[in-house]
């Protein structure tokens, strides 16, 4: 380290990162090899000669400190739930307790490998046989599959169990209705399915329009798609009349759960009148999940739905022991490899385990109860279009055009609170989704309320500190559609090759340039 340069932007803050390329100082290292004892090879013997580079690549060079401390600045440009409060509406984004990554990272259950053999499975077996019992009972329904990976995962494959007992019954139904607040991923999953997607309206209460769903649904309907609690964040009370309306006409209820969070122990999905549905294990059950990140979707099914499961199942034999099924005669297949998402699938039955039917029902009720807190504080500074009570979450439309402010503006303003915008635009146009989470203390749904209740203010008196915001962050305003299209990474390697070096004084100069 002695030998680098002085370079007085160590010191610089969060703001001012350089790239890595940067800071880069021929020379230096992050590890220090011993010489080596192994005798050099040709290498244009051990490759062929045209993979062979011309040169080493142009890697930065910097020496370890260096290296941690650009990396520890760079996280700490990031909003996360361990860092902020983050009401991403449809996400829940709570809190992910921390002895489920220390579940989910034992040793023994990290170092195991699928193609063991089951009696060397036996502890991961029954986990993952409890689980999918505890999810059975949360749902109301006879069985559930671990396999998909994804809340849209399990969408596909509750659709192909959808197709399978139609044909079963030697019909091929090809519409699946889906309300006007469905997820993108609803239609989407159909369509994968070869089906055909069609909506249903929505009353102006956020509730869905019987007249146009008694309307759509006919002897060509395979299923009803819905979410309930629905993503206008209203529970919809005529669901029992809604299952009745798709099981008159030989159709299925498909609920999408990934709102379960506002209704865990107090409503089963098979009690009113689900026939198929998928958990959102990630977000209800809390694993680390957003931007891709990891999840899986467990499907659970009535019984006259069980013989469709994809396989392998994870059974329980007479004896006790645990074991995996293959497909039955009817069974869909497998929809992807192995048994499951299995450090997703550890997390939840953690968390499960940890908080026990009681916790879980407190889960909810403290979800619903922190949305309705956080709405009522802001009515009459923003509109809230649907009535209360809300579930775990709920709209608001900022109403501030006159003055030139969007939902953007105010999603932006809130980045310099230190908060996570909400859900923008969706499913109602320039509105915000608040999404609170069972997890966030009185004293910082307050602060997001005070937040928010100040922007309203400042869209009246200051409107253009609104249209700049953030103010504060690393990055200000984005062109968004141009960052997706032509995004600047800024730093391109040589055109021609080079020496490492002298890349490196390449980039030297365009710093001082
Ligand atoms: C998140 C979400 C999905 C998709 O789930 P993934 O796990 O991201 O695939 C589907 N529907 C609703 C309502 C959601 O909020």
Not at 1 to 12: K, L
Not at 22 to 38: Q, W
Not at 172 to 199: E, F, Y
Not at 373 to 383: D, F, K, T
């Amino acid at each position: 380290m002695s030998n680098a340069p002085r370079d007085a932007s160590t010191s610089v803050s969060v703001m001012n990162e350089k790239l890595i390329f940067e800071r880069s100082h021929p020379g230096l290292c992050a590890v220090s090899l011993p010489t080596t004892d192994v005798p050099p090879i040709d290498r244009s013997r051990a490759v062929p000669p045209e993979l062979l580079a011309d040169a080493p690549p142009p890697l930065p060079e910097v020496g370890e400190l260096d290296l941690v401390r650009h990396y520890t600045r760079l996280a700490h440009r990031l909003f996360s739930v361990d860092g902020n409060f983050y009401p991403l509406g449809s996400c829940t984004m709570k809190y992910n307790p921390k002895v489920n990554e220390y579940a989910a990272g034992l040793p023994g259950l990290t170092a195991l490998h699928p193609y063991q053999p089951v009696e060397d499975l036996q502890g991961i077996l029954e986990l993952l046989y409890e689980t999918r019992v505890f999810l059975a009972e949360i749902a109301g329904l006879a069985e559930v599959t671990l396999q998909p990976c994804a809340g849209a995962h399990g969408e596909m494959a509750g659709v192909m169990i959808i197709n399978a007992y139609h044909r079963s019954r030697g019909e091929d139904r090809v519409k699946i209705l889906a309300p006007d607040t469905s997820h993108g991923t609803n239609p989407a999953s159909c369509t994968m399915c070869g089906r055909q997607a069609c909506t249903v309206k929505s009353r102006p209460d956020g509730r869905v329009d019987l007249d146009d769903l008694a309307r759509q649904v006919d002897e060509n309907t395979a299923a009803l798609m819905i979410t309930n609690p629905n993503t206008a964040g209203v529970f919809d009370p005529q669901i029992i009349e809604i299952a009745r309306i798709l099981h008159d006409h030989g159709a299925l209820l498909y609920l999408d759960g990934a709102n379960m969070n506002a209704i865990l122990g107090i409503a089963r999905p098979g009690d009113f009148g689900v026939d198929v549905m998928h958990f959102n294990v990630h977000k209800t059950f809390s694993t680390p999940h957003g931007c891709g990140g990891p999840g899986a979707g467990p499907v659970a099914v009535a019984e006259h739905l069980r013989r469709f499961l994809p396989s392998p199942q994870v059974i329980k034999n007479d004896d006790g022991s645990f074991d995996l099924r293959d497909d039955g005669p009817d069974s869909i297949g497998r929809v992807r490899s192995f048994i499951g998402q299995i450090g997703v699938l550890i997390r939840t039955y953690a968390y499960i385990r940890a908080l026990g039917p009681e916790g879980l029902r407190q889960v909810s009720e403290k979800a619903v109860l922190s949305a309705n807190y956080v709405a009522s504080r802001l009515r009459g500074h923003y509109e809230l279009p649907f009535d209360p009570p809300y579930a775990h979450e709920f709209i608001m439309v900022p109403q501030f055009r006159d003055k030139g402010v969007t939902e953007l503006d105010v999603a932006k303003r809130l980045l310099d609170e230190g908060i996570h915008p909400p859900t923008m635009s969706w499913p109602v146009a320039h509105c915000l989704m608040i999404e609170p989470t069972d997890t966030e203390s009185l004293a910082t749904l307050d602060t997001f309320a005070d937040a928010m209740i100040r922007i309203a203010e400042e869209a009246q008196t200051t409107p253009e500190r609104l249209h700049h915001a953030p103010h504060t962050t690393p990055v200000r305003r984005l062109d968004e559609v141009q960052a997706a299209r032509q995004p600047d990474l800024r730093w391109q390697p040589p055109a021609a090759p080079r020496q490492p070096s002298e890349a490196q004084s390449a980039a030297a100069e365009r710093r001082e340039t």
